[in-house]
């Protein structure tokens, strides 16, 4: 994997994560927490949409996975949330491991002027080896066949 390809990629994955602890961060400060409403008008400007074409079901079930995860906490006796400790742990972590991790290393491995060898830039060559050993070997996510008890499995450079 290229540099190029791999920054395309890491900025595409952290988005929607990013899109929600946004979100989280902003509904904790709320005293009252928030309705399904007030998550629609947030989330659709976040994934480009007008709020009024995302519909209510739609916005329940982001809620839903929100809640299944652990992130949200529905209020007794209302239609209305609030972001839970945990929720707020998460997203707190994910926007500082962006801003202090991937965002420096992404700029660290896209640097095409640097010509010193670095930590992160030695264990990144390491890993898109293992990567093409493995497409070489047949393993495909999703389509992994085990070898049979016994049968040692070993990746070797051709």
């Not at 609030?82 to 491995?109: D, H, K, M, N």
Request: hydrophobic content about 35%; some cysteine; proline content about 8%.
């Amino acid at each position: 994997m290229r540099p190029s390809s791999l920054i395309a990629l890491a900025n595409r994955v952290p988005n929607y994560c990013q899109k929600v602890e946004r979100l989280l961060l902003v509904f904790r400060l709320l005293p009252r927490g928030f309705a399904n409403r007030e998550l629609r008008e947030q989330w659709a400007p976040l994934r480009g949409k007008d709020p009024s074409e995302r519909t209510q079901g739609r916005m329940t079930y982001q809620l839903r996975r929100l809640r299944l995860h652990g992130l949200i906490v529905r209020l007794p006796g209302s239609h209305r949330y609030e972001v839970t400790q945990r929720g707020l742990r998460i997203a707190l972590f994910f926007s500082r491991s962006y801003a202090w991790v991937v965002r420096p290393g992404l700029a660290e491995l896209s640097d095409t002027a640097a010509t010193s060898d670095t930590p992160l830039r030695g264990a990144a060559e390491q890993f898109e080896a293992a990567m093409i050993d493995l497409s070489r070997s047949g393993f495909r996510l999703g389509h992994c066949h085990r070898p049979p008890p016994g049968d040692a499995v070993t990746l070797t450079s051709p």
